[in-house]
């Protein structure tokens, strides 16, 4: 299996701050990596999708870019509802895995 | 507006079998774009990838679930469904249902793109 690996596993920011997090697989996924948003109780929701193309209706503050082995998924400018947990994941190959998440806490 | 949602037993005894069913409204599951998926959360973890389904009924299942894994189709009421067998505590969890899109095929690419609410299922005696 492909293990991807996110860093940081959680972080603290404030409104207003740009934020990146790192997507790392274990092996070239090209650009068949996709990134979540999860709020408590909530399901997943998906932002980001071959690496750098903006899902229909989501904010033109979240970005993707990285293809091979690293990625990042960048917000420029948080926003109060965008404290969540964060997740990538590859589509390179079965099974499809997950990285471990990245929580975001306000400062 | 496509949507999507679980239904099924909320507490299963150990080395009983798990069955869910995912109820897809706005659209067909006989579409040929799409694949059909289930993923789970245990609680307070990440996510992991169960299996999905094509409208051919051709199935994908992560081979970590060593061969308790059985998902279908039912077209007539638009749903498909998940059974897990010989479940343990470990299989405690939230279960959601998902549609996967932009796929290249069976093995590459796509996205999910609309998730169900989710379901926890407590395996316990």
């Known amino acids: 299996d492909i293990q991807m690996t996110q860093s940081p596993s959680s972080l603290s920011a404030s409104v207003g701050d740009r934020v990146t997090i790192t997507c790392r697989a274990s092996?070239?996924?090209?650009?068949?990596l996709n990134w979540y948003q999860q709020k408590l109780g909530k399901a997943p929701k998906l932002l980001i999708y071959?690496?750098?193309s903006l899902q229909s209706g989501v904010p033109s503050r979240f970005s993707g870019s990285g293809s091979g082995t690293d990625f990042t998924l960048t917000i420029s400018s948080l926003q109060p509802e965008d404290f969540a947990t964060y997740y990538c994941?590859?589509?390179?190959?079965?099974?499809?895995?997950f990285g471990q998440g990245t929580k975001l806490e306000i400062k | 507006q496509l949507q999507l949602q679980e239904s099924g037993p909320g507490l299963v005894k150990p080395s009983g079998t798990l069955s869910l069913t995912c109820t897809v409204s706005g659209g067909s599951i006989s579409s040929s774009t799409y694949y059909w998926g289930w993923i789970r959360q245990p609680p307070g973890k990440g996510l992991e990838w169960i299996g999905s389904i094509y409208y051919s009924w051709s199935t994908y299942y992560n081979p970590s679930l060593k061969g308790r894994v059985t998902i279908s189709l039912d077209t007539s009421k638009n749903q498909f469904s998940l059974q897990l067998s010989s479940v343990t505590a470990a299989d405690t969890a939230v279960y959601y249902c998902?549609?996967?899109?932009?796929?290249?095929?069976?093995?590459?690419?796509?996205?999910?793109?609309?998730w169900g609410q989710g379901t926890l299922v407590t395996v316990s005696s």
């Open positions: 998902a549609r996967r899109g932009r796929a290249s095929n069976p093995q590459l690419g796509g996205d999910f793109d609309y």
């Open positions: 092996q070239s996924i090209s650009s068949f």
């Open positions: 994941q590859q589509s390179y190959s079965t099974p499809s895995t």
């Open positions: 071959a690496a750098s």
